[in-house]
């Protein structure tokens, strides 16, 4: 734990990073006290320049929306971006590449080229860093043919395999129970692909996803926004890389 100047808030504040290009980003982080003030112990990869920032973002279209909380706590983070200044739009669809990009601000890692690594990203895309930092922590994967399909709406089994292998980057991987047993639960368990069962069944038993209302799983159906903002909550908090 580094002592700070400055008593904080826990639920607002964050460890920050300075990028070569001035810009800020998220570095995991949790807060305590040290003697009579606070502390931060940071979750570091690597050196460089750090500290500790409180910011506030809502959005006019969250208001009463059951993702707000979650969403404007990583956002306050730098980890979620609106699609505008005051707009978050939750139900919209959330594509491959927005989720390795979450992942990858989540865990604090450092973007990295994969120009080299898929076929159909280049290296001026928005999202090529974050793919390439993905690919290293072995967070995705390409098809057979060597593409990374980043626009392709994410599902909810896709999901589901990068929060394990998210886990498994931060070493907590699930524990380990009963894939059928864990799965009983979900009327269309029968539905889910045979290489995402086992990862349903982990991130459902580590509590960071659920399912639908409807007592289903709903594994090919689209993730949107909110849920993946949801489920980042829970991972972040699941890890102990947030305060509060």
Known sequence: MQPLTETVDPAA??????????????????????????AVRMLLSG????????FNKSFADLRGHWVEEAASALA????????????????????????????????????????????DVQ?????AEAAGAAVQAGLVE????????????????????????ALAYANA?????????VLQRFADRDALSSWSRDAAAAVV???????????????QGTATR???????????QHLHFIGG
């Open 13 to 38: 504040a964050t460890a920050v990073s300075y990028g070569a290009d001035g810009g800020l980003a998220f570095v995991p982080s949790t807060f305590g006290t040290d003697g009579d003030g606070s």
């Open 47 to 54: 050196g460089g320049i750090y500290t500790v920032a409180a």
């Open 76 to 119: 306050s983070r730098l980890i979620v971006e609106g699609v505008g200044e005051s707009r978050f739009a939750p139900d919209e669809p959330l594509t491959r590449a927005q989720f390795a990009a979450l992942l990858v601000r989540a865990l604090g890692l450092p973007g990295q080229a994969a120009d080299a690594a898929f076929r």
């Open 123 to 127: 290296p001026g895309d928005w999202y």
């Open 142 to 165: 390409g098809d057979a043919s060597g593409n990374f399909r980043p626009n392709d709406r994410l599902t909810r089994e896709q999901m589901s395999v990068m929060l394990v292998r």
């Open 173 to 181: 991987s699930p524990s380990g129970g009963s894939t059928a047993a």
């Open 205 to 219: 038993e580590a509590g960071l996803m659920e399912g639908k209302p409807n007592g289903r799983f709903a594994p």
């Open 226 to 236: 909110a849920e993946g903002t949801a489920v980042l909550m829970r991972l972040l």
